[in-house]
């Protein structure tokens, strides 16, 4: 069985940048949770913030990516090519790096706005 090549694009470029997003989303709730007392508290905050994570990126994020990706495939196929979709998952890798080289440098507080910083 064939996969297509929208498949392809999705389950192995946009759910993994979708999940490594996911992650760091998951480091900056650690962060915020620091803030909490309670060692119960922190958990079950931490836990459930995690779950509703994982649901939207894979019922909202994910799907909402692949959408844009299809829409500059087919809007670059009438106008040069495939460009347009090859420069936005360019673009979306590169966001990925630069942010996990933001937080391997300097913590989680380096992606986090200044407002929500402990």
Do not use: D
Request: a positive charge; glycine letters at 8%.
């Amino acid at each position: 069985m064939a996969l297509s090549r929208k498949k392809v694009v999705r389950n192995y470029y946009i759910l993994p940048c979708c999940l490594l997003l996911l992650n760091l989303v998951n480091g900056v709730v650690s962060y915020k949770a620091g803030i909490i007392a309670s060692p119960f508290l922190r958990t079950l905050v931490v836990m459930l913030l995690v779950l509703f994570g994982s649901s939207v990126t894979a019922f909202v994020v994910a799907p909402g990516i692949a959408a844009l990706v299809r829409w500059a495939q087919q809007s670059s196929r009438r106008q040069a090519g495939e460009l347009g979709e090859g420069i936005f998952i360019l673009v979306l890798g590169v966001l990925v790096f630069w942010l996990y080289y933001r937080v391997s440098l300097h913590g989680t507080v380096a992606i986090v706005p200044s407002m929500w910083r402990n």
